[in-house]
Nanobody, 121 residues
């Protein structure tokens, strides 16, 4: 298990940008893949993006491709999600997770508490 804490969420106008951070504790983060998921009110949690433990490979959902960028700094035990050109439909609670890289939540063993992202018109 890895303890994860997200930060950086907030209110932003459509077209704006936010950078989320996922800080972790311990020394095992560098051995885990990392994913970001989001959940809008009344909807299922959905995959956003993921990155392998080394950072060499990234995966993106089609609806964020070209706008969002995932990265990680294993020396700082921190992951990041840069979100540009935000749309109203990007609104939701964003969660980071550690585990085996996949687009389904059940391959991740550790989750943060989430950070709210609200995009306004």
């Amino acid at each position: 298990q890895v303890h994860l804490v997200e930060s950086g969420g907030g209110l932003v106008q459509a077209g704006g940008s936010l950078r989320l951070s996922c800080a972790t504790s311990g020394t095992t983060f560098k051995y885990s893949g990392m994913g970001w998921f989001r959940q809008a009110p009344g909807k299922e949690r959905e995959f956003v993006t993921a990155i392998t433990s080394s950072g060499s490979t990234t995966y993106y959902a089609d609806y964020v491709k070209g706008r969002f960028t995932i990265s990680r700094d294993n020396a700082k035990n921190t992951g990041y999600l840069q979100m540009n050109s935000l749309k109203l439909e990007d609104t939701g609670v964003y969660y980071c997770a550690a585990g085996s890289v996949a687009s389904t939540p059940n391959t991740y063993h550790s989750w943060g508490q989430g950070t709210q992202v609200t995009v306004s018109s």
